[in-house]
């Protein structure tokens, strides 16, 4: 699995999602990237939840927000990023700067 | 030639001279064969950038545009083939050809700051037209529904790339 690259504190890491049913479990979502879009970005994430980034396009695109992450993402590639900190945190592909999104973490 | 008079001749290849020569529109196999070309002439510039250039910004850009136009070639080779679709040479296809021969040539006697400048300001105008091509031409054209997505598909891309060339040639100045 790729590591994500950080800049400063570390705020969020990539890793694996964590096991099911403990208290409170975080949870996993998933995120589709297609047709140079980033889909639908679910509200109520909180610390310790897994976005799963998923690229069903022909392109090689990135999720990547300056000084937090930057998650490489080839063609038909799926990476977990595990939420470590509270925060908003914008995000492009830098590939493709128009493709734009917005994590929310509480 | 100045960069305004290319654009202004490759628009008269993909647009007015399309038009003129395509009575009802151009076929599939005319729109596959000019998509496709479009993005090899592409392709071909931004390898030449590759070799002349050592911005870094103007390298990571061709290689984002050999990587892109490579994987929507691709994409379309698997379709025609699919479909079982000869793409059809056509006096839009080589007219893009010639005219992309020339620019290569012309800018293969830059250098430097005064080549990525050149370069740039050429993919900004070569992705206007082609998509101003995509988006009142070609996709209206296309009959097959599958190629129309492509093609709708490599409009989003190359206006993306539109962007980011506008972008780099701000930064350029």
Not at chain 2, 44 to 62: C, D, E, G, I, P
């Amino acid at each position: 699995m790729r590591c994500a690259r950080l800049a400063g504190a570390l705020l969020i890491t990539i890793a694996a999602a964590a096991p099911a049913g403990a208290k409170s479990a975080p949870r996993t979502v998933t995120v589709i990237v297609d047709k140079l879009a980033f889909g639908t970005i679910p509200a109520g994430l909180h610390v310790g939840d897994t976005v799963r980034w998923v690229n069903r396009d022909l392109f090689l695109h990135s999720a990547t927000s300056s000084g937090h992450f930057d998650i490489g993402l080839p063609p038909g590639a799926q990476r977990n990023m595990r939420l470590t900190r509270a925060g908003q945190f914008a995000f492009i592909c830098k590939y493709h700067p128009g493709m734009k999104g917005k994590l929310t973490v509480q | 030639m100045t960069t305004s008079l290319r654009i202004a001749a490759a628009s008269a290849l993909l647009i007015g001279g399309g038009a003129a020569a395509y009575a009802g529109g151009p076929t599939d196999p005319q729109i596959a064969h000019i998509a496709y070309t479009a993005g090899t002439i592409d392709i071909a510039a931004a390898k030449q950038a590759l070799v002349r250039s050592h911005n870094k910004a103007v390298r990571s850009f061709a290689q984002e545009m050999v990587r892109d136009h490579t994987a929507v070639n691709d994409k379309a080779l698997a379709l025609v083939k699919k479909l079982h679709v000869t793409p059809e040479a056509n006096p839009t296809s080589a007219g893009l050809s010639k005219q992309a021969s020339a620019t290569l040539a012309r800018l293969s006697h830059l250098h430097g700051r005064q080549f990525d400048r050149a370069y740039v300001a050429s993919e900004v105008g070569y992705h206007k037209t082609v998509n101003g091509a995509l988006a009142d031409t070609l996709i209206p054209s296309a009959n097959n529904a599958e190629l129309k997505s492509l093609l709708q598909t490599g409009l989003t891309l190359f206006r993306e790339h539109q962007q980011h060339a506008e972008q780099l040639q701000a930064a350029l100045k």
